[in-house]
């Protein structure tokens, strides 16, 4: 049945190109021979009787979780024009496109330099277009949404964020540890910061314990 099918595209095809292409006559055996040559192709290497076989998507790597894009827990504001050139940029980095995202963002920073969201945003599309490693342009762009508000969570979270994912876990929650002790207890990024912070320090291991100092050892010493 198959091969029906086959047989009716090829006719299908042959008369499109012959009559309502209107294809020269003298180019009608060259456009011919190449619906054959595909034919031929799919008779040596096409297997319309095999069963279909979907293959289940390769699992995610486990991590620390990915940028949050949506309502970033409540650090961004999700309307007016930071929210739309943050919208426009989590579209290009859906798509692969880390360099457009980036740019994006540093069109949106040339009208509104001192929005921190923006920033922040730029920090993370620098850090995903260098293969979720923290360059020292990401770095730089965290640094000055840090500085332009040194209350705003966002920008140690998502600093955070690119140094777990890229590999410097020490780091990572070094920069977390802080900005949970200044979180409030009610923040509603405070639930996801304990979970990444708790996944972080179980990759980590245990802390080694600390070498006994001199006095440890005189005291250890003495005879009861």
């Known amino acids: 049945m198959t091969w029906f099918w086959v047989m009716v595209a090829a006719a299908l095809t042959i008369g499109g190109i012959f009559w309502l292409g209107r294809l020269p006559a003298a180019a009608r055996p060259l456009a011919g021979a190449a619906v054959m040559l595909g034919l031929a192709g799919y008779a040596l290497q096409g297997s319309p009787s095999l069963p279909g076989k979907p293959v289940a998507p390769a699992p995610e790597p486990d991590g620390f979780g990915e940028a949050l894009t949506d309502e970033r827990q409540g650090m961004a504001e999700r309307f007016g024009p930071a929210a739309q050139w943050l919208g426009m940029s989590d579209g290009f980095a859906r798509t692969g496109k880390t360099e ?15 929005n921190v969201d923006l920033w922040v945003g730029l920090g993370n599309a620098l850090a ?10 990401a770095a730089l762009a965290f640094d000055e949404a840090a500085r332009r508000d040194p209350s705003h969570p966002a920008p140690p979270f998502f600093a955070g964020l690119a140094l777990a994912q890229g590999g410097d876990l020490k780091g990572a929650e070094a920069v977390w540890s802080e900005l949970l002790a200044r979180s409030p207890a009610d923040a509603p990024w405070r639930a996801d910061l304990e979970m990444r912070l708790a996944q972080l320090r179980q990759a980590l291991g245990p802390t080694p314990a600390a070498p006994a100092g001199p006095a440890d050892e005189t005291v250890a010493s003495v005879p009861n």
């Open 100 to 114: 457009l995202a980036a740019k994006t963002l540093e069109k949106g920073l040339e009208k509104y330099p001192d």
């Open 128 to 137: 995903a277009h260098g293969g979720g490693m923290m360059s020292p342009a």
